[in-house]
């Protein structure tokens, strides 16, 4: 069953690429406290998530951001490398953190994951996205397909978090 509106976000270890390297991050601490956007997707490069999905919450990070949101994450099971020049190549700089799931632990604990294995893609991410405030969800948008952005949208997040 997916993650509901109203339920505590499981913990979870993800990866990112800093200039240090990659680097671990204890999602929790992220989210205590503060009013944070979460959204995962199918893959890096891949047609939706390039042209619509990650471009929409880059492009409206800075009137999500003065609606009181502290941090905006992009999460797919991806590696570290590969989420970090996906993120030079549309812009994101410091509006939205690229963070990896590389065996889907984290989307699998939240009831989001979704075999890809007839696209030749394996184990990977519904896509989705959340509004967190404390750890806790407070709301949550799932597409019924991997090819609509409509829903998780960060248009859609616009009137949930307002400015």
Known sequence: MAIEAGAAVP???LKQMTPAGIEDLDLLPLLKGKKVILFGL?????????TQHL???VADADRLKSGGVAAIACISVNDPFVMSAWGKEHGVGDKVMMLCDPEAAF??????????SGLGLGERSKRWSMVVEDGVVATVN??????DAHVSGSA???AAVPA
């Not at 989307?107 to 890809?116: I, N, P, R, V």
């Not at 799932?142 to 090819?147: A, L």
């Open 142 to 147: 799932v597409e019924d397909s991997i090819f």
């Open 156 to 158: 859609n997040l616009l």
């Open 11 to 13: 913990p979870a270890t």
């Open 107 to 116: 989307t699998k604990s939240l009831g989001l994951s979704l075999d890809l």
């Open 55 to 57: 471009p929409g919450f």
């Open 42 to 50: 199918p893959g890096a490069y891949t047609p939706v998530c390039s």
